[in-house]
């Protein structure tokens, strides 16, 4: 059997430090993996705080069986549905939610699950492979511009068009991709070698963009972000915290950008109309840190090369009256948090993919993140910070940033 505890977190200490403010708060951990995090918020929780964990993978949920603590609640499913998780518990609010997304080093590691260049296995790739649809079922059926057009916005794989004009002719002669060898093979092979030479990423593997395009659709990493941030948002009280590691640029800057617009509403407005400042909705959010690894984390831990931690705290600023009334989320139906109901009424055990109307909503308020030097981009501040150092967030002093 394989163990079932190899995942090394990332920024763990930074993470929690900024998340933990409150030792006998209520807690979220959106992405259990292995528990990594969890098990370093839970030893900052006083005997009254909690945590509830989430993970839509259910190797995720074997190892949270793991954990015999009256504080800790492990719920299996998406954390888009975070907001019905709460409501189902009845806690109204929570002081702390922590997102650390991607995939884990088990996932990855397991040829079985479909997600590794390195090991050859059946292109999966679910994180949840009860539910939804294999990247191979996926290839097998989807018309050549989607297939392009996912290489493209979720890989941003130049060759996408060739790509999937590869993968669609293979399908037509009878043999569709079917494993991780056979579709890393196929990009590798499609990829003038020309090009590749000349490519910031070419110490890669020449499939690596298409790998992580496709996990991305198969999984619908960010209609569940946009998701998940909006109802974060929602639960958390007065002074809670998001914190959110990401793993590439397109995921950081969707936490990004939504921690921007919740900090600064005023940016969204027409400078054109007569707005005076009490006309413009409050800030939700205050910008805090943006960690990144410092040099003897990357050179431990690999995987932590490309992960950017952003945390945003929570303003009191209201919702307005009508949304609250209409359940805007566990936040907004007030109330103190009350102890946890017997876990087999709740109805909350076992996968559950999000409603279609869920993610259709998350997509239409989904916008592609901006491109590289757009004019969201990000100051390069890898290398110029110290080691496992925050760097305050724009218009954030250092003595603000704790
Ligand atoms: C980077 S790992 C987290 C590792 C964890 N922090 C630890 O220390 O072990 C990301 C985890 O998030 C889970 N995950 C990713 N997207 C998810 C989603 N939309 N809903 C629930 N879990 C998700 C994955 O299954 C994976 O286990």
Redesign the pocket.
Known sequence: MEPLYL?R??L?APAVQWLVTDPAGSYM??????????RLILERLAPQGRLIA????PD?AAAAAQIADPRFRFVH????RLAATLAALEIASVQGVLL?????SP?IDTAARGFSLRLDGPLDMR?DPTVGESVADWLARAPQAEIARVLREYGEERFAARIAAALVARRAAGRPVASTGEFAALVAATIPGAARAGRKDAAQHPATRSFQAVRIHV?Q?FE?LAL?LDSALHALAPGGRLAAIAFHSLEDRIVKRFMAAHAHPERAADSRLPLRAHDLPAPRLKLLAKVLPDEVEVAGNPRARSAVLRVAERTAAPWPQREAEGGGGAASRGGEPRPHPNPSSLGLAGPRRSSGAELRSAKHRFRPPLRRGGSNSLPRLRGRVGVGASVPQEGISPGEAE
């Open positions: 995942h977190p990332v763990a951990d959106c992405t259990f993996g292995r528990g990594g995090h969890a989430l993970d839509r993978d995720a499913t998406p954390f888009s650390d997304l991607g995939i884990s996932q994180m999984n990493e569940e998940v």
